[in-house]
């Protein structure tokens, strides 16, 4: 019983240690008093298993949620995503324009070179955590630049 049980405490471990990484994220940096921003990045599944974002959170922000853009009579709707799969191997892309991280209810200003931490839950109970830099929405690639991989 003792050794099934360390087993799977190692496999847990293994398991634990991030399948997702979080690749050229950025948080958009807006001038003081902007209650919400924007975080985008590329989501990296490494694992050989699909994965599921299902929560995520930021000490700088009251609420994060997962976002997607839609272009409807020529007007961008964003719609919150409950869940965000991410098949193994695959990379999905959060970009102006499309899938992105909104943070609600910034807790502390966010000028260029600050660090946000988010930490992502995943539906198989693990968490994956990224720092990122803030970035001025004057700096920001611009959307035509967007490169597929
Ligand atoms: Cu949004």
New binding site residues.
């Given amino acids: 019983m003792r050794i099934i049980m360390s087993a799977c405490l190692c496999l847990l471990t293994t398991w634990a240690q991030a399948e997702l990484i979080i690749e050229q994220g950025y948080v958009r940096g807006l001038p003081p008093g902007q209650p919400n921003t924007?975080a985008f990045m590329t989501l990296h599944n490494t694992g050989r298993l699909p994965l599921t974002i299902v929560a995520i959170s930021s000490e700088a922000a009251d609420k994060v949620?997962l976002?997607t853009?839609r272009q409807h009579n020529g007007m961008v709707h964003?719609e919150q995503l409950e869940r965000l799969p991410i098949a193994a191997a695959e990379r999905v892309q959060l970009q102006p324009g499309g899938h992105?991280l909104?943070l609600l209810g910034l807790r502390r200003p966010l000028p260029e070179g600050e660090s946000v931490a988010l930490r992502f839950s995943l539906s198989d109970g693990t968490q994956a955590t990224a720092t990122l830099s803030v970035r001025s929405v004057l700096n920001e690639p611009e959307q035509t630049h967007q490169h597929h991989h």
Avoid: G, L, Q, V
């Fill in positions: 924007a949620e976002h853009s964003m992105h909104m």
